[in-house]
């Protein structure tokens, strides 16, 4: 368990990755990230991201995007859009659509959409999620 100080330090160096990312520096927030790993371990760094990056999504897409693009593996962001996919297929299954005939989830892990799934698709998803939906829907009429 953490105690008070171990979160007051995550979150601070939570604002300094995200002022870091902010300047889309891709050498700098690479060498960044190694002081950190190296200081702390490669879990701490995956998590000071994740972090960063949840909290960028909501205040600033285009950094978010930029970190996705530039830190972040093919196959983590891949991994991302896959937890994405997820979450509205079993919304859109909740709201009574079906699957092959409203929607479609294809190879390529994108997702097909009828105007009128798309129109229901969730609202309540997160702004990580819907910035990564954007990246995975298309229109099927």
Excluded at 55 to 72: F, G, H, M, V
Aim: aromatic content about 8%.
């Amino acid at each position: 368990m953490f105690g008070i100080h171990q979160i007051l330090h995550f979150n601070r160096l939570v604002s300094f990755t995200i002022n870091t990312l902010e300047l889309h520096d891709r050498e700098l927030a690479k060498t960044f990230s190694e002081a950190i790993a190296a200081q702390f371990g490669a879990e701490f760094t995956a998590a000071l991201l994740t972090a960063s990056v949840v909290q960028l999504a909501e205040r600033n897409p285009s950094t978010c995007q930029w970190t996705l693009q530039n830190l972040y593996t093919p196959e983590d962001c891949a991994a991302l859009r896959e937890g994405t996919l997820m979450v509205v297929v079993q919304e859109l299954l909740k709201e009574g659509f079906v699957l092959g005939k409203d929607f479609s989830t294809l190879p390529n892990g994108k997702l097909l959409l009828t105007s009128a799934a798309k129109s229901h698709a969730p609202k309540h998803l997160s702004p990580l999620d819907r910035l990564l939906l954007d990246d995975i829907l298309l229109a099927a009429d």
